[in-house]
């Protein structure tokens, strides 16, 4: 079935970096557009970041761009999103997202989500 598994969070300092990754299974990657949420407490989620199957088009939240940067890797079915200049507003729980598969040959509409990984901004 369709895996995504997050990691690479933590607490880190204002102005500090981390990188998070995805590991994805169970479809064909390399055809599937990814994207990074996150969910603060108390908020709506929202989305951070997004790239294409081929990674040739990236778009990023207005208040992450110049911070964030998000690339894949097709050969080893991962996502990441490396995260610099850190602020306390991105404290949240991070999730990788697809939206559309592909299995076999089968393209299949959906929302697939990982478990999330919890970034903390904090001195």
């Known amino acids: 079935q369709v895996q995504l598994v997050e990691s690479g969070g933590g607490l880190v300092q204002p102005g500090g970096s981390l990188r998070l990754s995805c590991a994805a299974s169970g479809f064909t990657f390399s055809w599937s557009a990814m994207s990074w949420y996150r969910q603060a407490p108390g908020k709506e989620r929202e989305l951070v970041a997004a790239?294409?199957?081929?990674?040739?088009?990236?778009k990023y939240a207005d208040s992450v761009k110049g911070r964030f940067t998000v690339s894949r890797d097709n050969a080893n079915n991962t996502v990441n999103l490396q995260m610099n200049s850190l602020k306390p507003e991105d404290t949240a729980v991070y999730y990788c997202?697809?939206?559309?598969?592909?299995?076999?040959?089968?393209?299949?509409?959906?929302?697939?989500w990982g478990q999330g990984t919890q970034v903390t901004v904090s001195s």
């Open positions: 790239i294409t199957s081929g990674g040739g088009s990236r």
């Open positions: 997202n697809a939206k559309t598969v592909v299995v076999g040959s089968v393209v299949i509409p959906g929302d697939y």
